[in-house]
């Protein structure tokens, strides 16, 4: 295992401010760094399997990177987008024919099977459908999350999954990420004694708050997910993985505080291209965000010509919901919320979800009888209390992997779905829908215990 000089360390990567957190017992002269060897039941594919996209957006054109970066691994053949210019640019990327190139995830299913796989990256209330009809054709499925947002159709999707001989992975991607990998290995390991409890949070980062949640496709939680569901069923798959144990019941709290019309500033106006007089001072205007920064602009689809881009999110903003201020959205989800599980044999785990962090990470300590885990999704300490020794470990990500979101996740997933594919093996997968449901049934019931003031139980069925 590779170790490099801890205090040079720390102001190469940038840790100072953290890992001073992590200091305030012992010192460890060294960091280690995290890395997996390649998974022994990998194989070299004889030929790339074959894909279907059901909706070009951004997550959709996260799985096809990896198709371009290995070729040898998965070629994708057809795409439904009812979006015109995002069909014309997936066609054209990965050479698509006219004849497998489709308007909506509907029309895939009225010709005759033409792929190994369906990659479902629609918007949530359009999962079910596909994800349905995919494996009635006999289709392997990989399902971007959340599942659904509705309980009932998710168990009814686990059940078509266990009828069908297909392969149903769900995109928990954080599991395939070196950080947490090795953090659920740490846990694993009983080297620190009974685990006690989890807590654990993750800061959305305001700008992401404003641009996905209070402007994007996820303001309404009634037309898509409960934000519990769409930004954090990663965050409880990790906490319901690395418990390695069930949970029995939630007790939620969370509601909008800021995003609101009467907080609205004065002088602000329907829109940030509107002349709004606190456009300058405000830290979510539009104007800054996609048209002077140029951040998030995937979901404006605006040519990537420099001359013509500028004058095309301007446009946007006039428009579209991302150019509306936040203080007068018809949004409704919580910008902050905190959960409380009770898992089996008495462990405790708390999630905090934080729209107001100037970070977008996640933070975790797991507490042993004999021990703590400290990490910040990319140093991970861990204190043993008998001998005083503290260890530092840092997240790596894999080199085919570097062009990859999440940590390396996003190409770790599919790496995974085709190896499992391409043996038709689902024993190979990480993420499963059986464990992929366990966690969103922890999700609905933290947002009734929200909404109705009480604890929940936590069952399936």
């Given amino acids: 295992m590779s170790t490099i ?10 840790l100072t401010a953290s890992a001073a957190a992590f200091t305030h017992h012992a010192q460890a002269e060294t960091i280690q760094e995290i890395t997996f060897p390649k998974d022994p039941r990998y194989i070299a594919i004889a030929q790339p399997i074959t894909a279907i996209v059901l909706g070009a957006g951004n997550r959709g054109n996260v799985y096809g990177r990896y198709a371009l970066a290995n070729p040898n691994d998965i070629k994708m053949i057809g795409v439904a987008e009812p979006v015109a210019f995002r069909n014309d640019k997936f066609a054209k990327v990965h050479g698509i024919s006219e004849q497998h190139r ?8 009225k010709v005759p099977k033409f792929a190994d796989a369906i990659i479902i990256s629609t918007p949530d209330y359009l999962h079910y459908g596909p994800a349905m009809k995919a494996l009635a054709m006999g289709y392997h499925v990989l399902l971007e999350k959340p599942i659904s947002p509705s309980l009932q159709e998710c168990l009814e999707i686990l059940a078509a999954a266990k009828k069908s001989k297909s392969i149903i992975a769900v995109c928990h991607v954080l599991r395939y990420t070196t950080y947490f990998r090795k953090l659920k290995e740490l846990c694993d390991s009983g080297e620190l004694g009974t685990m006690m409890s989890i807590n654990h949070l993750e800061g959305i980062e305001y700008v992401h708050m404003a641009h996905s949640y209070v402007r994007g496709n996820w303001h309404e939680a009634t037309k ?6 769409a930004k954090s069923c990663h965050d409880l798959d990790i906490m319901r993985w690395i418990a390695s144990k069930s949970a029995k019941t ?8 800021w995003f609101k019309r009467e907080n609205a500033p004065e002088g602000s106006t329907e829109r940030c291209v509107e002349g709004c007089k606190v456009e300058r001072e405000c830290p979510f205007s539009a104007i800054k965000v996609y048209y002077e920064q140029k951040k998030r602009i995937h979901v404006l689809d605006v040519p990537e010509d420099p001359a013509l881009q500028g004058p095309a999110i301007l446009e946007k903003l006039k428009t579209s919901n991302y150019g509306r201020c936040v203080y007068r959205m018809n949004n409704d989800q919580p910008d902050h919320y905190t959960s409380i599980y009770q898992f089996e044999e008495g462990v405790l785990a708390t999630f ?8 977008e990470a996640r933070k975790t ?21 008998r001998t005083k020794e503290v260890t530092l470990w840092k997240a790596s990500t894999q080199k085919e992997f570097n062009n990859s979101g999440h940590g390396g996740g996003d190409f770790g997933l599919m790496q995974n779905f085709v190896q499992a594919v391409a043996q038709n093996n689902p024993s190979l997968l990480t993420s499963t829908i059986d464990a992929s449901i366990e966690s ?9 215990s929200r909404k109705n003031g ?7 069925g």
Wanted: hydrophobic share 45%; no cysteine; charged share 25%.
């Fill in 454 to 460: 009480k604890s929940m139980e936590i069952k399936l």
């Fill in 102 to 109: 489709f308007k909506t995830w509907e029309d895939v299913f």
């Fill in 5 to 14: 000089n801890r205090r040079r360390a720390l102001k190469t990567l940038g």
């Fill in 352 to 359: 905090g979800l934080e729209a107001f962090t100037a970070w």
């Fill in 250 to 257: 939630v007790s939620a709290y969370g509601n909008l505080k």
């Fill in 224 to 229: 898509t997910n409960p934000i519990i569901l």
């Fill in 440 to 448: 969103h049934v922890m999700g609905f019931m933290a947002e009734a």
């Fill in 365 to 385: 300590r797991v507490m042993f009888s004999m021990g703590e885990i400290e990490g910040d999704n990319d140093l991970i300490k861990v204190t043993d209390f």
